[in-house]
């Protein structure tokens, strides 16, 4: 194994198909149209010194060392910023080009610290190539003069010089080395779209700035790294290379945080990982990242991270810590009890989106094949469940239909119900790329984002009531039938015809209008007609979505809704338009795929389908229970009943993710045998009888699928801490219980999938290694995958229309709960927080506030920074408040990423008529002054305390 | 909300809702068949029971549905 060392081509790639033919070094060389010299010959495999370029971003022509000479032309241009022309003779060495380059450098050295010793970049400083490279051997300039090297000069303070930024906690700025390049300014802008840096003063008094010299972390920076990894000298640096070194091998991986799926280097020394770099071959993330992939895995050696497996008979004694053996017999002992006791049906489990493919497959096998009955159910019943609803009626597949590349051809994006800037900051990234290129955006959100108030972005806000996205949605198609902006043609080929009729007729009605659900809307009627005509008329048309869209009572309505705007328009099955889900987790279209949900096999097949089943039932040798089991409410509610009594959830935590604690703290109680399988002491854990410790994406091996369909490896770059990877203990379960599963590694999982699952036929880990990854559907029609879908026709055959009729959610406001709560999540920490809250990251976000707007503050006496007591019909909790107008008068928001929190007492069991996916984002509220903590988060954290504890190890007399 | 049969009435109903505006002959085909596709079976018993009960609290839609998918089953 060895470093992967990505080529840097020194300016981005073009996209022109015309090519051109110059000659550069005496070779001949063909390339696109807007290809830099510089780029032209790094093709051609010479590299050309250079300092200022590099091509994750735009050439600027500031070093001056990358000049080459052009016959027929005057002068020694720079070769990054002169395009390629045809017949152009190029000479990239020569006496001349030498003596000035030279000059240049030394230069740039008399005012560097000659530290390269014990400097952090040594091995990885682009300055000492450089040096080496052009052959610098003497710097006629002393040290004497003026520098921004040294703290003191000539026994006085020196004005240039400026101390170490080390206020962000992963990487640090050093001003005495910067070369005032601007890769990192541009780097800012270009990659990742903040414009947190800029270079302020001239000439000798050039720096790199953040904000108004501000430290990095009082700046607007959100930590993403783009600058670090643009930057040639050890300026910016990660903390983690200058406390280890600099690392010797790498391994290609996946982030294991959000939907968009980032690919990384893990860059290691021997088993610790020294950083992680983002991928420029990753096809999701294009060698860009954020603040949780590229620097938040530090939970992975959390002191907190459990090790060894552990029991307890009731949930009120300690833990015992066990052997493996132990717990698997104890676990399967109980299990096989409860199912004598009270049936086969008693037991399930749950996936998590945040495991492999692999394992997430195995565990419903062990449901379905082991335990006998259908109980298995996943966290993304909780988050897009409306999605696989809503886009399998109406397109026939149950995933978004683009890739994330489709952006860069889209000329309106629409986004609903989602903050991509907070949840797929990658994403967002590439989104507000083609947005300052001049695609316009609209955003339907109760809340005024991120996304619309970013630099350089200007956005169409259409604010409306938590809840109404029916209403706004079925009033965008009013208009854009009444206007006649219907996309005809497309309709009549693509789409069942009558049945675009009867929804025509329905949305044209009147009082589906935007002047007559204004009122329930909150949405002035102007904004929506003109966001409609937008949409419709304005070239290619993408939506992307995300939980603000499914966490309501009419969830899959919307999704259905959505689905119907997009094929009214044509804006379907080609690049740059689209139906896009953006899924909250990892691997939630894995997940889903995998045959999560307790009515479907693998690749969406309902349960009660004799051939499908039979297949199953060949290769896995038991017979399978043709009817539906339990989702996870309905297990709550059976556990209530006393009819469901075991559970197995694997690398979820219910108790803090799933709605209407108190509800699920009765049905945890009244269960005979949870088992938790995770990193940590979940909440759920607290009423688990069996802890299984889990282990992390690096030391295991796996694919993870992201919101694109796009199937990624997760590779292993370290020996599992807690002895066994998540698929091993899944067998080894299944075993004690006496069901086999016999694997050697993973690949042979998905060697299974592949046999089981048509859109899944052609994947294997040999065809993953060849492509570095695949958007399903991958099969013999489509050997590379799909990046687009639905291209000349649907899925199901003809696109389907259905009526989505408004229903207000019964979860109303009154005189007691007058406002509406909705919830959200932002940038630094990632779902119920198990893993951010447990890395530096809570530097940008120690607890959950409540955003609320300044009248209704005022009205209750509330001021920015009080503890304020949150009451629902559901339950009530205390939280700080944040007073801001990003809120409508009305409406309040909360993050749930801190179990003290705990905001998931307010929300109700309120949820999708078709999914049951809960009802996170419209709960009905009322806020009073408060002086701390309720007596529940008390008492919560009293139990929670117990039930942590874990009893110390005697050692046996022998 | 109390637990079933009260909250399988509510689901049921809300179930029906959406099918509302698709007439009734659509609407009792697509309620039965959602309830078959995504029920599972105590959650049907129960409901049968209800019906048996008297249904009361149960649309007109859905006790129609629910009568179809229980000659069905
Ligand atoms: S870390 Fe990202 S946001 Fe912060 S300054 Fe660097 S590029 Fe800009
Ligand atoms: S910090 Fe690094 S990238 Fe930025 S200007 Fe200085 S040397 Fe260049
Ligand atoms: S959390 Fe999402 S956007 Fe951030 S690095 Fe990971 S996959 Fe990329
Ligand atoms: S690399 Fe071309 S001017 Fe710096």
Redesign the pocket.
Known sequence: MSLIHEIDFGTPKSKSETMVTLTIDGNQITVPEGTSIMRAAMEAGTQIPKLCATDMVDAFGSCRLCLVEIEGRAGTPASCTTPVMNGLVVHTQSERLKQLRKGVMELYISDHPLDCLTCAANGDCELQDMAGAIGLRDVRYGYEGENHVFAKSHGCDNDAWMPKDESNPYFTYDPSKCIVCSRCVRACEEVQGTFALTISGRGFDSRVSPGMNESFLGSECVSCGACVQACPTATLTEKSVIEIGQPEHSVVTT?A??????AFKAEMRGEEVVRMVPYKDGKA?RGH??V???FAWGYTTHKERILKPMIRERIEDPWQEVSWDEAFNFAAAKFKGIQQKYGRDAVGGITSSRCTNEETYLVQKLIRGGFGNNNVDTCARVCHSPTGYGLSQTFGTSAGTQDFDSVEDTDVVMIIGANPASA????ASRLKKRLRQGARLIVVDPRRTEMVESPHVKALHLPLMPGTNVAVITALAHVIVTEGLVNESFVRERCDWSEFQDWATFVADPKNSPEATAIVTGVDPKLLREAARTYATGGNGAIYYGLGVTEHSQGSTTVIAIANLAMATGNIGRPGVGVNPLRGQ?NVQGSCDMGSFPHELPGYRHISGDAVREQFEAMWNVKLNKEPGLRIPNMFDAAIEGTFMGLYAQGEDILQSDPNTKHVVAALSAMECVIVHDLFLNETANYAHVFLPGSTFLEKDGTFTNAERRIQRVRKVMTPLNGLADWEVTIRLGKAMGFEMNYSHPSEIMDEIAALTPTFAGVSYARLDELGSVQWPCNEKAPEGTPVMHIGGFVRGKGKFIITEYIATDERTGPRYPLLLTTGRILSQ?NVGAQTRRTDNVVWHSEDRLEIHPHDAEQRGVRDGDWVRLASRAGETTLRAEITDRVAPGVVYTTFHHPDTQANVITTDFSDWATNCPEYKVTAVQISPSNGPSDWQKAYDEQARQSRRIAPVVEAAE | MSSSPDKLVYMANQIGKFFQSQGHDRAVQGISEHIWKFWDPRMRKQIFAHLDAGGSGLDANVRDALEKLRLQA
């Open positions: 982030c945080y959000c939907g968009v799926g980032c993330n990242s954020c949780k992939g590229r797929h900051p990658v994403f990892n990632y």
